[in-house]
């Protein structure tokens, strides 16, 4: 099998990368600012530079984890990020579509209001920031384009990662220097450990499923409990954790607030399911990047 990842630099993307050539697959990855020595630069704006690659490579599937995930960024900003959010995908979409490759696409569930989650595939999406609305227009218009589709949902995604951007990274990172951190005790979600995302992706490329996907760990849990996990298992101090309402960030977006996923549809599919957070952070504990 022969497959493109754009966004190859991230936290999903470099996972996804080490998922598809530990299978044997024949893979080609792409950055944007963080520069690495085996990818390639893409911008996602540039269509003809997104065309090129596609057609010069020939992948049977794109995978597209690349977007501009600072959701506040995307709030302030919804110009600038609609060009590459919803414009920058729908360049990768139609490239994919014009060489028969299948697309694989990365939403979440900021498409959720958070009202009353946990949600299921067949849930009425109603976003309440900027991110959200970007990710539910480009799951529409790539569902309208191509049925040769997948477009998985994911939230709350923690791993290694170079960039150290994710939630429990920056946890440990805290913890370790012995700073304190405000952590949301009001956000209720269902953490994801990035590798069963990337293998949940191959496993449903490799079943030749098509079409909306939950995929996120199985535990539904609120983030100030979830860090007090993290720092169980990683033997840190919880007295460093503080606990806050997401009001007191005077954050410039909306957050769902109870929200996560039910990832029933996959696990049916797959006959598999992805880990909850007792297994999936020991897993990090023991197996280092
Ligand atoms: N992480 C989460 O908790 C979470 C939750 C729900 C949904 N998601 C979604 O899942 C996907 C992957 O998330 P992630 O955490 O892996 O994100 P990430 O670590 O921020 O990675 C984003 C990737 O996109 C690339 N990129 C950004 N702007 C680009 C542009 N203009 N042109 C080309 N590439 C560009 C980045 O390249 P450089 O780093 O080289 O600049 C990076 O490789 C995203 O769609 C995100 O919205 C993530």
């Known amino acids: 099998m022969k497959v493109l990842i754009i966004g190859a630099s991230g936290l999903v993307g470099s996972h996804l990368l080490r998922a598809c050539r530990s299978r044997g697959w024949d893979s080609i990855g792409t950055y944007h600012k963080f520069v690495q020595p085996n ?3 893409l911008e996602l704006q540039d269509i003809a530079a997104v065309r090129s690659i596609l057609s010069l490579s ?3 599937v794109v995978f597209l984890p690349a977007y501009l995930s600072n959701v506040d960024y995307c709030e302030l900003h919804p110009d600038e990020t609609y060009q590459i959010n919803v414009v920058g995908s729908l360049n990768v979409a139609t490239a994919a579509k014009e060489i028969g490759a299948k697309l694989v696409f990365y939403s979440s569930d900021y498409v959720f209001d958070g009202e009353n989650g946990s949600y299921t595939e067949q849930d009425p999406p109603a976003p309440i920031c900027v991110y959200g609305q970007q990710k539910l227009e480009i799951e529409q218009k790539i569902a309208q384009l191509d049925d040769n589709h997948l477009i998985l949902r994911i939230t709350v995604v923690y791993g290694w990662e170079q960039q150290g951007k994710n939630f429990v990274s920056r946890l440990i990172k805290t913890l370790e220097s012995n700073q304190t951190i405000k952590v949301p005790q009001d956000q ?3 953490p994801t450990l ?6 949940a992706s191959c496993r ?3 079943a030749n499923t098509t079409g909306l996907f939950h995929v996120a760990g199985v535990d539904l849990i609120d983030r100030y409990q979830f860090a007090l996990a993290a720092a169980k298992v990683f033997e840190l101090s919880p007295e460093n954790i503080i606990p806050v ?3 007191d960030f005077q954050q410039a977006a909306r957050r769902p607030l109870t929200a996560g996923m039910k990832s029933d549809r996959l696990a049916q599919t797959l006959n598999w399911q992805l880990r909850g957070i007792a297994e999936g952070l020991s ?3 023991t197996n280092l990047l």
């Open 58 to 60: 020939q992948p049977e």
């Open 194 to 199: 990035v590798n069963d995302i990337a293998e």
């Open 39 to 41: 990818l390639t630069f």
């Open 283 to 285: 897993f990090l504990k």
């Open 204 to 206: 449903l490329v490799e």
């Open 188 to 190: 209720i979600g269902s």
């Open 245 to 247: 309402l997401t009001s």
